[in-house]
Each structure stands twice: as structure tokens, then as C-alpha cells.
């Protein structure tokens, strides 16, 4: 499984504070775990965006959530926000 990181993810990590990064470090080390070992998600909230294919939202700390796509042998980590940060980013390129 190969991870990509978009550009946009990126963005929005640097702006983060030290605390914010842990979690969302902790997030994606999970989801490397489950798909490179077969180590199962302890805890990590993964729900399928509706109406979205082959889109997931991860709950973070906070009300947070982290946007991916999984698509073949790839997971790409597409952005971070809220609730309504993260519904306004998959309007904006519909």
C-alpha cells in the first residue's frame, strides 16, 4: 500500500500546532499499520463519505477529521479540517 500525501494535506499540516500533528501522525501510522501489517484499527473512527466513491473521513482529536481516498494500492491524504471545512472542500471540485 502506498501512502500520498496532496498538496493541500500538506497545506493545511504545516499551519497545525504540535499537537494537532501528534494526532494526526497517530491517525496515519494507524492506517499504515492496518494495511501494510494487518494490524486492525484500535479505536480509529473510518467512515465512507456518502455519495463520494472510494472517499473516507478519519475522526482525529477535537472534531477533526482527515480526508482520504483509497483507490487500487493507494491512499492519498487529500485534506484536514472540521465538519465544515471538509464538506466545503469536496463541493469545491465536484
Do not use: Q, W
Not at 479505536?43 to 463520494?52: A, N, T, W
Amino acid at each position: 500500500m502506498t501512502l500520498i500525501f496532496k498538496p493541500s494535506f500538506e497545506r493545511v499540516y504545516k499551519k497545525l500546532p504540535a499537537s494537532e500533528k501528534g494526532a494526526v501522525d497517530h491517525c496515519v501510522n494507524e492506517i499504515f499499520d492496518y494495511y501494510n501489517k494487518d494490524i486492525l484499527f484500535a479505536g480509529l473512527k473510518v467512515r465512507k463519505m456518502s455519495g463520494k466513491t472510494n472517499y473516507f473521513e478519519i475522526d482525529t482529536a477535537s472534531n477533526r477529521r482527515i480526508l482520504i481516498r483509497k483507490h487500487n494500492n493507494i491512499i492519498e491524504f487529500i485534506t484536514y479540517g472540521n465538519h465544515d471545512e471538509i464538506r466545503r472542500f469536496l463541493k469545491s471540485f465536484k
